[in-house]
């Protein structure tokens, strides 16, 4: 399309011919650098005033971690979960509103024989307050199903 011109020069045009040596020859359409080729060239594919501040995020609601493992389940000094109303609530929540009651009791290691009498009790209350039971499924309850 360049009639013979230097291969070198830029036509505007791609070429889906093939080149000297039998190589297809692409050329590019744009001269000089655009802020888009900046913001690739930057690895930025966001420009200045998309970009979102933690001030920003923090006034529309977003909350950051307080603490090296905030949002991570607490244990106790022989590694169990430690048994809480709003920690068997999270990991309800965490698995859709409903989990399998028996992987409930394993990852609070209440489902063995060893497992004291006062854990397993603590274990159930809390369990009933917070979920209903429907073949071997425990599902939160309406009111529950909210975290904050």
């Not at 013979?4 to 650098?33: D, F, I, K, Y």
């Not at 998309?50 to 603490?67: E, P």
Request: proline share 2%.
């Amino acid at each position: 399309p360049n009639g013979g011109a230097n291969p070198g020069e830029e036509s505007g045009l791609a070429s889906g011919g093939a080149g000297p040596g039998g190589v297809a020859v692409v050329m590019a359409n744009r001269s000089g650098t655009s802020s888009d080729a900046m913001n690739v060239a930057s690895g930025s594919d966001l420009s200045e005033d998309d970009n979102i501040t933690r001030k920003s995020m923090k006034a529309n609601g977003h909350r950051g971690k307080k603490g090296a493992d905030a949002g991570a389940a607490s244990r106790d000094s022989n590694g169990l979960l430690i048994i809480s109303k709003k920690g068997v609530q999270r990991e309800i929540w965490l698995a859709g509103c409903s989990i399998d009651a028996k992987k409930l009791y394993k990852k609070y290691g209440v489902h063995t024989k060893k497992a004291s009498q006062d854990r397993k009790n603590l274990f159930k209350n809390i369990c009933r307050e917070l979920c209903n039971m429907k073949d071997g499924m425990l599902i939160l309850k309406q009111h529950y199903s909210k975290m904050d």
